[in-house]
């Protein structure tokens, strides 16, 4: 879907990578080996987004830092388009409406840190019905064209244990 609207694969990486979690922050080496791409292709795109005001520029030492800018007017959009095109809306939607009491869902790993390994880990904080649950994945995964991970955890054992279960790079979906 976004291979359509921009022809750029490394703009389409940059913005999955930034705009899935604005919280992300990422230096020019690090997502140039993440992305395996030349660094100086990567910094035309970086400073071609950073310079129209859709990603934050931060100067730490001698790396400069590149994150979403989510106080751009357009940052809702863009979000909900790369949440879009990796299916997410689907995921919290169908969880949401089809499995019954749940209080949280976390999107970690790999996603929470913007990139689009093909698995998506979810931690679900309540108790849905797991039969739905299942089922509902599945129809999911042959949507979006992506695995998805479950992990169910009662509020209680969450409430107790929330530390380790957010130790981990994540963000809240719902």
């Known amino acids: 879907m976004l ?16 705009f899935l979690n604005p919280g ?14 030349s660094p100086a292709t990567l910094k035309d795109e970086l400073d071609s987004l950073a310079g129209a005001g859709y990603l934050e520029r931060r100067q ?15 940052f809702p959009e863009i979000n909900s388009i790369v949440r879009k095109h990796l299916g997410i809306d689907r995921i919290v939607e169908q969880l949401v409406s089809a499995l019954g009491p749940i209080e949280a869902v976390y ?6 840190q913007g990139r689009d390994s093909g698995i998506i880990d979810l931690l679900i904080v309540g108790d849905p019905q797991r039969g739905l649950l299942d089922g509902t994945r599945e129809g999911v995964e042959k949507k979006i064209n992506r695995k998805i991970r479950t992990m169910v955890v009662p509020p209680d054992e969450f409430g107790r244990d929330k530390g380790i ?8 979906i719902v």
Request: glycine share 6%.
């Open 107 to 112: 999107i970690l790993d790999d996603y929470a």
């Open 3 to 18: 291979d359509k609207l921009f022809t750029s694969k490394t703009r389409i990486q940059v913005l999955l990578k930034l």
């Open 165 to 172: 279960y957010l130790g981990r790079p994540h963000f809240r």
């Open 60 to 74: 730490q030492g001698r790396s400069v830092y590149f994150r979403a800018n989510a106080d751009h007017p357009f």
């Open 24 to 37: 992300v922050s990422s230096y020019l080496r690090e997502l140039a080996g993440e992305f395996q791409v």
